[in-house]
């Protein structure tokens, strides 16, 4: 394992209603132990973030938003500001997820302005990147993964503790197909690689999440591979008794 330190996030997505949401967090933050190695991150929809940032007060959980719009204010219905997210707690932002490219239209460049925005205001941003099943069958893994990172990142010269990446295969999302240790190391090894090409020295520190299908059961193996630096957890984050072993599995 590196020395990275190893971040575990729940993405709750359009789950969870505020009573629901209190429950959880209090179940993690009661289940967590003190002087376990990994940081911990919530993401709870945004209805839910206020209850959550008051359940996790005083706690070391991170409070993660699951996107965020660029602009500071305005005549945006239904859009929340980077500033909104910091004001209510937020720590962390995920952005580009493959739901939001797939469902609402997300594109690169559309990720890098709401990426940008973030971390103008303070906040730090998960970068979700990954190619679907078409995508890799016609070997174009890579070449996916270095436009998203190229593109999502233009302009961007953010330091490593507040930038990090999480690859998540379309294919793997939710599908219980877990990529193989090696299938995501590879991938992982090759983002390294891109960052390092973006970023120079600031590479090593930038942790790489995993994210699609983690469970209690693979996420050893995966946390045991050079530069998987964590999980972005979907599914398995909804049960306490599913996500706190996967903490625990990281240390
Ligand atoms: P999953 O989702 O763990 O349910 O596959 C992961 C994610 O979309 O972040």
Redesign the pocket.
């Known amino acids: 394992m590196s020395e990275r330190r190893p971040f575990i996030a729940g ?1 709750w ?1 359009m789950h969870k209603t505020l009573a629901e949401a209190r429950a959880l967090a209090r179940a993690i933050r009661q289940g967590v132990a003190p002087d376990r190695r990994a940081e911990v991150g919530l993401a709870p929809p945004y209805t839910a973030l206020a209850a959550v940032a008051a359940e996790l007060a005083g706690s070391d959980i991170r409070l993660a938003a699951q996107n965020a719009f660029w602009e500071k204010q305005g005549a945006f219905t239904g859009a929340v500001s980077p500033a909104m997210l910091a004001d209510v707690g937020c720590h962390y932002v ?1 952005i580009g ?3 939001r490219r797939q469902h609402f239209g997300e594109t690169n460049d559309t990720v890098n302005r709401r990426l940008k925005a973030v971390l103008e205001n303070g906040l730090a941003v998960i970068l ?1 990147v990954g190619e679907t099943l078409d995508e890799r069958e016609a070997g174009q893994t890579f070449e996916v993964v270095r436009t998203q990172l190229r593109e999502g990142l233009a302009g961007v010269a953010a330091g490593a503790d507040r930038l990090v990446i ?1 690859y ?1 295969p379309v294919w ?5 197909k877990t990529a193989t240790p090696q299938q995501a190391q590879e991938v992982h090894a090759f983002i390294r690689s891109l960052l390092r090409e973006f970023m120079g020295p600031a590479a090593e520190a930038i942790r790489i999440q995993y ?5 209690p059961d693979n996420a050893a193996t995966l946390l045991a591979q050079p530069d998987i630096d964590g ?7 909804l049960k306490p008794e599913m996500f706190l072993p996967i903490i625990n599995a990281a240390g």
């Not at 793997?172 to 219980?176: C, D, K, L, S």
């Not at 972005?232 to 984050?237: I, N, T």
């Open positions: 993405n997505k995920i997820h493959s739901e979700c999480a998540e793997a999302i939710g599908t219980g994210g699609g299908s983690v469970t999980a972005l957890v979907g599914g398995a984050s």
